[in-house]
């Protein structure tokens, strides 16, 4: 590839982070990050303290992202997650008859459910494919999803990515088709990943949705937001069980659901991809919650108010990650 290939692609990278969306390079032609599994950790670099996963290190850091696609033309990653958005992955039709293409399924479904599917942001894939990005209400931790909405339809969430436009691949490439800001995610979507992600967590399928004010909101972010950012065996413990207990105050002056609480709690730790400590941290984030809960904060008009929101708030540039490569 040439060198105008790789400033286009560099551009896109810093366009996205721009907007506050971690960006991570995938390999050059390809839609895999640049960067190892877990069990194949070399224990040294940003994995000095313990593995960090894509998501972890995925930035928006304009230096980083220049000095990264300065190297190589990396397609573009971008990490929905700590964006703030979520991003629903119409896939062409599988072979077979009756089968639908993503797209049209998704339709046929907002029909259904008689809800809108309003024009966002939106990228097509190289086979005919669709990737609409929505922005996440606050405070409500959406995962990816797999073929949950309807066959050739996936959500990417926390955990997840999706290979940027700009980004190329031996069959075509990623393209911008609707410039449009992400628009909030419509309800019937929340609702209908939530089902999902609660089902498959406490066997509460049917629970409504709360979506907190713009203050728990702001302070759920926050709090989850250091909890993924600390490094393993720096403190993981104290960081959790200190962000619990502050939400878990919130929840005892009630202004967060408590379900809330603990589904953007957990998503943290499952940031962190520790399995073989996942029992005892969602131990911590039970009685941490409950001891903040005995605790409640006080909330004044006047810090819901300042409080406030911005759009992207979540996504504060890392200025501890460093370079991406693992050479
Ligand atoms: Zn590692």
Redesign the pocket.
């Known amino acids: 590839m040439d060198s105008t290939m790789d400033a286009a692609l560099g551009r896109w990278a810093l366009e996205l982070a721009g907007r506050g969306w971690p960006v991570l390079p995938l390999r050059p032609g390809a839609k895999f990050p640049d ?4 069990d ?8 000095r303290g ?4 894509p998501e972890q290190i995925a930035t928006t850091d304009p230096d980083l992202i220049t000095a990264a696609w300065s190297r190589a033309p990396w397609n573009v990653g971008v990490f929905p997650g700590p964006a703030g958005l979520l991003i629903i992955d119409c896939d062409p039709a599988k072979p077979g008859p009756d089968e639908l293409d993503g797209w049209t399924a998704l339709q046929v479904l907002a029909e259904q459910r008689g809800g809108p599917l309003p024009d966002t942001f939106t990228v097509t894939t190289p086979r005919g494919g669709r990737h609409l990005y929505y922005r996440a209400p606050a405070g409500c931790a959406l995962r990816s999803t797999q073929g949950h909405l309807a066959a050739a339809v996936d959500t990417r969430g926390w955990g997840g990515y999706a290979v940027a436009p700009g980004s190329v691949r031996a069959d075509g490439a990623y393209e911008l088709l609707d410039d449009t800001d992400p628009v909030e995610l419509p309800g019937w979507l929340v609702q209908a990943n939530v089902e999902h992600c609660v089902t498959a967590g406490s066997g509460r399928g049917d629970r409504a949705v709360a979506v907190p004010g713009a203050f728990a909101a702001t302070a759920v972010r926050g709090e989850c937001g250091k909890v993924a950012a600390t490094p393993y065996k720096q403190g993981r413990n104290k960081a959790l069980s200190r962000a619990a207990y502050a939400l878990g105050q919130l929840v005892g002056a009630d202004v967060l659901a408590e379900d809330v609480a603990r589904t953007e709690l957990r998503a943290a730790v499952d940031s962190w991809g520790d399995v073989a400590s996942i029992a005892k941290d969602y131990a911590v984030i039970e009685t941490s919650l409950r001891a903040g809960r005995h605790n409640p904060r006080r909330i004044t008009p006047h810090s819901t108010r300042t409080a406030g929101t911005r759009r992207h708030s979540a996504a504060s540039p890392r200025k501890d990650t460093v370079a991406w490569t693992n050479g």
């Open positions: 960067w190892h599994r877990g194949r950790c070399p224990g040294t670099g940003q994995c313990g593995h960090r996963t």
